[in-house]
């Protein structure tokens, strides 16, 4: 099999309502998206042409929506959710999805916190 070339999106950032905690559902916060997609783009490399490759913003506007949509408990929750989104394209090999929460309720001074999955066809 030929290597897999990425697509990479940084730092997506999305206002959800995603959380245990009831105020978290009440008043959301923003949360940021990374993703990485693989897959070939040699076809879109010789055609120049966005139809055979997958639209970056197609795509960040679909993650968008998941991010703002159905509110989940846990971010692992809504990184399987964009996961599972974005394997919906055939041509999409494997993905990773990180998930941060910088405005998690943790009382201790901190930067970030995120979760990262990988997810791709057998």
Partial sequence: MSQLDE????????FGYHGVFDFERRQGQEFRIDLTLQLSLAAAA???DVVDTVHYGE???RV????AGEPVNLIET????I???ALEDARVRNVEVTVHKPHAPIEQTFADVSVTIRRGRQ
């Fill in 64 to 67: 968008a929506a998941i991010v």
């Fill in 7 to 14: 697509i990479t999106l940084t730092g997506l950032t999305v």
């Fill in 46 to 48: 010789s055609s120049d």
């Fill in 59 to 61: 795509l960040a506007d």
């Fill in 78 to 81: 809504l990184a399987q959710r």
């Fill in 83 to 85: 996961a599972d989104a």
